[in-house]
């Protein structure tokens, strides 16, 4: 690329976070602004901050302010890409774990945003259940895309301490940093 070209921009505050990151944001977001369901978002006159379904929380976490819950993306660039990102984890975490309603219907074709928000939307859904979910899948993308780098220095640490590693240790060891 040319330098006096405009080069594609980050912002700072997207440039290291990860699916896992910004689903604990959107869990800590439905406990402190309430959780809904049926609407992204539960909006009155002066309200900044409103209560939200799980996928408005996401956006909340991504974008900072509430935004139309489109079926794919929410914009363009680097706030749309982990958006889309962090759907798509989470969708396929509630596939592979089978807690999507009628999953054994849903195929290939649904989108990951149809599928988080059918979730979401199930009659028998509570908020407890919905925070705990973000956080057993942001866990277990951390675990699942951990480098051999991070692998290795938790088990060098451990090993220090004359303990042996573990995945629920690696999880704690990682939160910490």
Not at 25 to 52: M, N, V
Not at 66 to 71: C, F, H, L, Q, T
Not at 157 to 164: K, T
């Amino acid at each position: 690329m040319n330098p006096t070209q405009k080069q594609p921009h980050t912002p700072a505050a997207l440039a290291d976070l990860t699916p896992a990151d910004t689903l604990r944001c959107a869990a800590r977001y439905l406990e402190i602004r309430g959780w809904t369901q049926g609407d992204p978002y539960k909006l009155s006159e002066h309200d900044s901050f409103p209560p939200a379904c799980t996928l408005g929380a996401i956006a909340m976490a991504v974008y900072g302010h509430p935004v139309a819950i489109e079926d794919r993306y929410c914009g363009d660039g680097a706030a749309a890409d982990l958006w889309d990102t962090t759907v798509t984890c989470l969708a396929d975490f509630l596939r592979h774990d089978g807690r999507t309603p009628n999953f054994d219907d849903n195929t290939p074709s649904t989108s990951a945003t149809e599928t988080v928000a059918d979730w979401n939307d199930d009659a028998t859904q509570t908020l407890p259940g919905v925070l705990d979910v973000l956080r057993d899948c942001a866990e277990d993308y951390d675990w699942t895309h951990a480098t051999e780098d991070q692998l290795e220095t938790y088990a060098d640490h451990e090993y220090s301490q004359e303990r042996l590693p573990t995945r629920a240790g690696f999880l704690v060891w990682r939160a910490a940093r």
